[in-house]
Every structure is written in C-alpha cells, then in structure tokens.
C-alpha cells in the first residue's frame, strides 16, 4: 500500500494548518493521517487509491454508511431550495415528531448543529431549570470539547472520589475555574455515587452521563447502576441528562434509554441523527424546556435547525425507522459476528477482549477478563491497540483511533467475512512484530 499522496498534502497542509489536522483526534493515524478521496456505502478510498471497509464511520454518523441515496437525494433537493434561512422552516417540526415518536418519555426538542453545542444547551436549561450550578460527569466519558465538560476524559489519574483535581482539565488553555462547578466522580461506582449524594446532592443541577461508557472502553453501566442515578436525581431534584450523542439511533431507534429501560429528564443527540450531516439535538421533559418558552434561558445559533442538516435527518430516521429496512436487526447481527469473529482470534501471545455491543465495541489487547472501570483502562497498556490499528489499515480496515467500531446499516456479510479474513492476517502479522514481544519481556 502507498500513501504517497496522502503524506504530500499532509505536508501542504502543515504550513498553514497547525499540525496539518483539523480536530486533534485525526493526529494519532499512522502510518500518516489519510487524506480521502470518497466514500461509498461502507468502504472509503483515500487519495492513494487504497480502499477500506470502513467501520470509523466518520466517528460515528453514518449510521446508513457513505452517500446513502436517500440521503442524497433529500440534500440534493433541500440545496436547490436554499442553505440556510435563518427562519423557522416545516422541516423543523417534522424532525422533531419524528423523533419524539421514538423516545416516549420526552416531550420537546431544540436543534443545535453539534454534539458540543447541544450538551452545552443542555447544561444551561438544567442550570436555569433548578437554580443550581453544580454538574456531576463521570470519568473516562467525553461530552464535546468546551472547556466546562472536557474534564475527566483520558487525563491524570484515576480518582477514587468526587474530584475536582487539576490534573483533571484536557489540556492547556482551559480556565481552571470550571473545576468549581464541576465534579467528577468513577463510573459503575454506587457507593462513591451515593456518598456524592449524600454530601453535595442538593447542590447539583444535574448528572450527565453516556449511559453506555463509549469513549473510553465501551464499558456497559453495570446492572442497577442506571436505575440508582435515576433514583438520586429524582430524589434530590438534580436534572438527569443522558449523552446520546453516540448511542443514540445506534443501539436502538430510542437509544440507549429504550436498550436499558432508564429514562432521563434530557437526553443530547447528534452524529447518527442526521446520518453524516451536522444537526444535534437536545430532547426531554416539558418543564425542563420552560426557561426556553419564557425567554429566560437564551438557545442561540446562526444555523441551528439548519435545513440542509434536518433534510438529511429526515431521511436518515425514515430509512432508521421503517421496520421493512431492518436496519437494526441487521447491523446487530452482523455486529455480533464481527464481535464474536474478533474474539475467536484471541490466542495466549495476543490476548484480545471485545468489549461493548455489536453496534459499537472495542477491541483491547488485554489478558484482563474485563475492563470495568477507569482504573483497569490506565493500566490497560495502548501501544498494542497502536501497532495493531497500523496492521489493519494496511490490510484495509478502518477503525477509530482507540480500536473502536461502529457497524452501520450498510454493511454486508461479505464485508464481515473479508474483515474477518483481515483481521487474522494483521494479528498474525502484529504477534511476529518484535515490538510485541519486547512489550511481553518488559
Ligand atoms: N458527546 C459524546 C458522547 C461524544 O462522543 C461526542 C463526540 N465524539 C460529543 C459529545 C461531542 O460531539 P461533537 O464532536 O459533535 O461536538
């Protein structure tokens, strides 16, 4: 494989873009970031020519995979009627009861264009809704990159309390005065949830959590773990917010509150709602919404609600929604068999643990039966997952940066059966790696 063109214009982009990437998580891509040239259904092609079986999915979206022509069609037409209004348009109310017809326990929507923005909506109207300030987030989850959620995501050290520590914060250049209003507790941990609780309850606006831990090892929340936060919300008057930003529309048509059976008070959707295009989407309760009725509460946006973005979503839930697809029964199936086909490849030198759902798992290198909370991932050793993401995609399989996969509605069986193939060929090229075997003495 050559990435010739690829390495050319990532050096053309260096002088005038910092770090020649557009959003720090696409630096970490070796051999070289790739630069694409298109995508179709579920295989991409960089401008090398190389093709991939694509299970990144643009991080997400493309719950229909690449240009699907229901999609297509609906942006092509909505272009020909105009980008943007900065008007209310019928597409808005029509997304917005498609939607709601799939989560029974929410009563209203506002749009956003991303997932970012909307957890930020989210986090005011919980704000203004109790007259509290105090956000409790969970470790290891990620909720966008604004500096009052990019707390506790793949940074310092594992806690073993509510925290607001410094070492906390993502990066440089984040006030550290967002940590006072902040705190950051283990995830699955329902003593330390409770002892929260118990100390700072009846301070906390609300609790946001991805109700299935996606950005950091797939981990499911553990039986009864949902149900206790639901409890302690209620009971202390906290709002509860779900980020559905990945799970949602991906493991069920209601997300991860129809897949657990919690519901919260605001749930935040964006990537696969709009299947490729940037829309998101705050749902919930009536009354959570009624600072945003009365104008205390200000939910601004030059392109919120954008049509170009709500015809796309349109066509996205139309395809998700309608039962003839079986859209979900597919993807849960084919899931399951790349799920299980990965797992079959473990061996004694190349320990492999998949974990999540056949939606969206991860693929660890790791003798550990589990990794169940935060603590194990840090002792969880990445390098492997690193060398192992370079074999793949020179065999052709595109996957997330940490060894993640989402499936999408347009993969095959034989995309299963060829990844599969792939994929054993990669691992049997990763165990005769002498890095491995130095990792293993070392
Ligand atoms: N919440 C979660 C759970 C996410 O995974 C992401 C993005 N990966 C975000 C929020 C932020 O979304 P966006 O990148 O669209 O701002």
């Known amino acids: 494989m050559s990435f010739e063109n690829s390495i050319q214009l990532y050096e053309r982009a260096r002088r005038v873009i910092p770090g020649g990437i557009s959003s720090s998580m696409r630096a970490f891509q070796k051999p070289v970031p790739l630069f694409i040239d298109r995508g179709a259904g579920s295989h991409l092609y960089d401008v090398d020519g190389n093709e991939y ?45 498609k939607i709601l017809g799939v989560l029974p326990w929410a009563e209203q929507i506002v749009f956003s264009n991303t997932g970012t923005e909307a957890v930020q909506a989210a986090l005011r109207l919980a704000r203004a809704a109790t007259g509290r300030n105090l956000i409790v987030k969970f470790e290891g989850h990620y909720h966008g990159w604004a500096d009052s959620v990019l707390i506790g995501h793949r940074h310092g050290r594992a806690i073993d309390g509510p925290s607001r520590a410094v070492e906390l914060l993502g990066g440089e250049g984040q006030s550290p005065s967002v940590l006072q209003d902040i705190l950051v507790v283990p995830w699955n941990d329902e003593s330390i949830l409770q002892r929260t609780f118990d100390e700072f309850g009846d301070e906390v606006a609300a609790v946001i959590a991805e109700p299935m831990q996606c950005n950091t090892a797939s981990i499911l929340p553990k039986a009864g773990f949902l149900q206790q936060l639901r409890k302690l919300t209620e009971r202390h008057r906290s709002v509860l917010i ?13 997300g991860a509150s ?6 919260p008070d605001l749930a935040v959707f964006a990537k696969a709602v709009a299947g490729g295009y940037p829309l998101s989407a705050v749902a919930g309760i009536h009354s959570v919404f009624s600072s945003i009725r009365t104008r205390r509460v200000r939910h601004l946006g030059t392109f919120n609600g954008n049509p170009i973005a709500l015809a ?11 039962p003839a697809e079986e859209v979900y029964p597919r993807m849960r199936r084919l899931g399951a068999r ?13 320990p492999i643990l998949i974990q999540g759902l056949p ?19 840090l002792a969880y050793d990445m390098s492997r997952t690193q060398l192992w993401l370079e ?40 165990a005769s790696h002498p890095a491995i075997w130095q990792m293993a003495a070392s």
């Open 53 to 97: 079986i694509d299970y990144a999915l643009a991080h997400g979206p493309l719950i229909l995979g690449h240009c699907h022509p229901g999609i297509v069609a609906a942006v092509e037409k909505q272009i020909r009627r105009g980008s943007t209004f900065g008007c209310q348009q019928e597409l808005e109310a029509a997304v917005a009861e």
């Open 242 to 254: 779900f980020d559905e930003v990945i799970t949602g529309f991906r493991l069920a048509p209601g």
């Open 258 to 263: 129809e897949c657990f059976g919690v519901n």
């Open 312 to 322: 796309a979503a349109a066509a996205t839930l139309q395809v998700l929604f309608d």
């Open 338 to 350: 790349l799920y299980e086909g990965l797992q079959a490849l473990s061996t004694a030198e190349l």
């Open 359 to 377: 939606t969206c798992f991860h693929i660890l290198f790791t003798d550990q039966k589990r990794i169940g909370n935060y603590s194990d991932y």
């Open 391 to 430: 074999s793949a995609l020179l065999e052709g399989i595109f996957q997330m940066g940490d060894g993640r996969w989402y499936l999408s509605g347009a993969h095959t069986d034989d995309d299963i059966s060829l990844t599969l193939g792939k994929a054993e060929r990669s691992l049997k090229r990763l």
